[in-house]
């Protein structure tokens, strides 16, 4: 009986590995809303539109409005730019469809605990899910393109590689002003403008940075007083509407090229 048990048991591994497919490219379309990359979704059947938010600590946050009673369960802390601590609840969620494409799995879910979301959003897709997997993103062409780990890089990304830091939840570049000033800028899908501490204004008024010894165009910014420690400011839509990011969250890696147009 073992024996037939074991055999049994090779046979139907044996079968499951045939019919396995390999993990393959996962490309989505996404639109500009108010400066902001924006998914069709179907969560448990039900539609949504979420942001593609890489300055979002969860993997996926709804609205608080979204999950019925009794679909919260512990609550998190998260604490916003500003320095405002947020209570989110985590939600029960069992699948996600974005566009044509069900996930295998769906992402831990909590909702979304920010005072001004944007309208356009029921919530978002965050570091907690763009960190699982090599993507790349294409304001111009409307497309986040997640990566599997066996596929190469895309040509289009390059050959010039940056090294980016985490603080916190969050994907930072140390860059240079053209005055020499040291800047440490968060990267934010989730930013409709590049922002900057008001003391730095100054510095970044013409939009060019340096790093890695290349100057980068990130476009113009706007004056906010963050309260987040070793934060200068965000890249957001003024910059990812210049290049096509490409990044390795394993590495702590990416590649920039300039868009057209």
Same mark, same amino acid.
């Given at each position: 009986?073992? &024996?037939?048990? &074991?055999? =049994? +048991? ?14 393959? !490219?996962? &490309?989505?379309?996404? &639109? =500009?809303? #108010?400066?902001?990359?924006?998914? /069709? ?11 593609? !938010?890489?300055?979002?600590?969860? %993997? ?24 405002? =601590?947020?209570?989110? !609840? ?16 769906? @992402? #831990? ?5 920010? #005072? ?23 304001? #111009? ?6 990566? %599997? @780990?066996?596929? @190469? ?16 939840? =969050? ?7 053209? !005055?020499? /000033? ?18 730095? %204004? ?8 340096? %790093? ?17 420690? +070793? ?5 957001? /839509? ?14 702590? /890696?990416?590649?920039?090229? @300039?868009?057209?147009?």
């Amino acid at each position: 009986m073992t &024996t037939l048990k &074991t055999w =049994l +048991g090779a046979g139907l591994l044996a079968a499951h590995a045939a019919h396995a497919q390999p993990e393959a !490219d996962l &490309t989505l379309a996404f &639109t =500009l809303e #108010a400066g902001l990359p924006v998914l /069709q979704a179907r969560i448990d059947g039900r539609e949504a539109r979420l942001l593609i !938010d890489s300055g979002g600590a969860a %993997a996926l946050a709804l609205r608080a409005d979204w999950a019925p009673a009794g679909d919260a369960a512990s609550a998190v802390m998260s604490q916003d730019a500003q320095g405002q =601590l947020r209570r989110n !609840d985590r939600l029960v969620v069992r699948e996600v469809v974005l566009g044509p494409h069900a996930l295998p799995q769906a @992402p #831990a879910a909590q909702t979304w605990g920010k #005072a001004k979301r944007p309208a356009a959003a029921d919530g978002y897709l965050g570091w907690g899910w763009l960190r699982e997997r090599r993507w790349v993103i294409d304001y #111009a062409a409307g497309q986040l393109q997640r990566l %599997a @780990p066996a596929s @190469p890089w895309p040509a289009a990304c390059g050959s010039a590689v940056l090294p980016f830091e985490m603080l916190g939840s =969050l994907a930072v570049l140390r860059l240079r002003a053209a !005055d020499g /000033q040291a800047l440490v800028l968060g990267l934010d899908t989730g930013a409709s403008r590049n922002v900057i501490q008001p003391r730095l %204004a100054q510095a970044v008024a013409d939009g060019a940075l340096t %790093a890695e010894g290349r100057v980068l165009q990130a476009g113009a910014f706007v004056s906010v007083p963050l309260q987040v420690p +070793g934060l200068d400011g965000f890249l957001g /839509q003024d910059f990812f509407s210049r290049y096509r990011v490409c990044m390795d969250p394993a590495r702590r /890696q990416l590649w920039l090229q @300039p868009l057209a147009g």
